[in-house]
């Protein structure tokens, strides 16, 4: 199986080249010149597998050039037992009748960006190996706080590479930002950017993009690579789990092989539902894909009505991981829907990137419409669903997750749709503990509180144990306190790698 980029079709590159590459050189996104399918039978089979082995089945269709032995070796090294602290790496949670959340959130940073960087990093490595690459290979992250620590644990003394990851000054969580301040490794380097997630997003965009510095670093044996949701080492691993949570869905007697379900998610870059997007291409019987937004419901918009417009005011919510007004994946998906139309898209890029907007043509709106329904909340009804959800069901739910269960709500109300669901679980409430326990119990509970005393809290009215990975932080080092201007981000680099 071969790629191509969303703004230049004629291109042909292996999977490997895509994944060591990143982003295509003109800026586009590399996407497989077909989505392959998965057969009943496959489904079936699946229901008796492993994680690991679900993995190999749904690799092993896009990762051609991969040998089974490369495969194997990257599977198991990322999903292990003891990085996500349960066998099932990914299990889901049964709330109701019609709600299944799919528990992303049991890796080695808490949040669902785990399981595709546990995993990247070999991937990475192998196609270099595989390529012949002799240059070492910088990873560099924007991060709106989730990316930037799963892309740290995942690379963090893997030879060969060197990580670099932005974080916006205005819009991590006090936790998120310990996670990243406080990371060892040998080839680790961390900074804040003044300004939000866009600022950072652009700001590594503009280095990648750069020319002239792109041939400085060639000269000093170095080679940009992404770890950011437009790889595409991150999103094929992201279409696993919806077979996954499919398989044990037949598997605990929820559903027969052959329903359709409903999938949720809350929704930022587009990366995650863009996976659930094409496990449905694939094969998966999915049968509304329901996007959910908070106030930055720029998706939303763009849904219901084929205008995507980012000339708009920008709210920093508690589901920070969703504060995002450009939200890259969708590319891919518009690339899909236009039947891989890469002069349009490239104009569509333009259009946003000169004007912050750009509209789609009805017949392509007519197929957003068909696949997707989308929705949005704000802070006080994400807080609102933390605490009903507590009471009514004992389940606390972390404030992305929530986002996405409010709008699961409004849809049913709205259409009367109960068909079985599966709401995407992004986080660990632990991760977001201070937002999660003022909406349990208001804001008396977190006044004058440190973080740890937070996670005690939230343990005993959650009943949860704290995950080993936010306890130790505690008597970490802080080692990274650079702020930098978004101007300055390339002197950072720059420093970083002493050239
Ligand atoms: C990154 C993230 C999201 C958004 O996912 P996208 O793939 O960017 O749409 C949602 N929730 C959490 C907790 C995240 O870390």
Not at 112 to 131: E, R, S
Request: proline share 2%; hydrophobic share 40%; net charge negative.
């Amino acid at each position: 199986m071969q790629y191509q980029s969303t703004r230049n079709k004629k291109m042909s590159v292996s999977s490997a080249q895509a994944i060591k590459t990143g982003l295509s050189a003109e800026g586009g996104l590399f996407v497989p010149e077909n989505i392959p399918s998965v057969s009943s039978a496959e489904m079936d089979a699946m229901t008796s597998m492993t994680y690991n082995e679900r993995a190999y089945t749904v690799l092993k269709k896009f990762l051609t050039d991969y040998t089974d032995e490369e495969l194997w070796n990257c599977i198991n090294k990322a999903y292990t037992k003891e990085k996500f602290e349960t066998a099932n790496i990914a299990p889901v949670y049964k709330l109701n009748g019609a709600q299944y959340f799919l528990e992303l959130w049991h890796g080695p940073t808490c949040a669902f960006k785990d399981m595709a960087l546990q995993i990247l990093p070999h991937l990475l490595t192998t196609a270099m190996a595989k390529t012949d690459e002799k240059d070492e290979l910088i990873i560099l992250v924007a991060t709106s706080g989730d990316t930037g620590k799963a892309a740290l644990e995942g690379f963090k003394d893997v030879s060969g590479t060197r990580i670099i990851v932005f974080y916006p000054s205005d819009g991590v969580s006090e936790i998120q930002k310990l996670q990243m301040i406080t990371q060892e490794g040998s080839n680790v380097g961390v900074a804040a950017v003044k300004g939000n997630f866009d600022d950072a997003q652009n700001g590594v965009k503009k280095i990648f993009t750069d020319v002239s510095y792109n041939a400085v670093l060639e000269n000093n044996n170095f080679k940009l690579s992404s770890a950011n949701s437009i790889n595409w080492g991150r999103l094929v691993p992201q279409i696993v789990y919806y077979f996954s949570a499919y398989a044990d869905m037949v598997k605990g007697n929820e559903i027969k092989t052959g329903d359709k379900i409903n999938v949720v998610v809350p929704t930022g870059n587009f990366g995650n539902i863009l996976a659930a997007y094409y496990a449905k291409k694939m094969g998966l019987p999915i049968a509304k894909l329901i996007c959910a937004s908070n106030s930055n419901n720029v998706l939303t918009d763009f849904i219901n009505t084929g205008i995507y417009n980012k000339n708009r005011e920008f709210h920093t919510t508690i589901s920070p991981s969703m504060d995002i007004l450009i939200s890259s994946n969708l590319e891919r998906f518009l690339y899909d829907i236009s039947d891989r139309d890469d002069t349009l898209i490239a104009s569509l890029m333009k259009q946003l990137v000169e004007n912050g907007s750009y509209e789609v043509d009805s017949r392509m709106k007519e197929k957003i419409s068909q696949l997707f329904y989308a929705g949005y909340c704000n802070d006080d009804k994400t807080r609102q669903a933390i605490k009903a959800c507590k009471e009514e069901f004992g389940y606390v739910i972390d404030t992305h997750t929530a986002v996405a269960k409010v709008v699961h709500d409004e849809y049913i109300s709205k259409t009367g749709d109960i068909t079985k669901t599966v709401i995407a679980s992004t986080a660990s409430p632990f991760k977001f503990n201070q937002s999660v326990l003022i909406a349990l119990g208001g804001c008396e509970i977190v006044a004058g509180k440190d973080e740890f005393t937070l996670l005690d809290i939230l343990s005993e009215k959650s009943g949860m144990s704290i995950p080993a990975s936010l306890a130790e932080l505690k008597h970490k080092n802080r080692i990274f306190d650079l702020v930098c201007d978004k101007e300055q981000m390339q002197h950072v680099v720059s420093d970083f790698l002493n050239i």
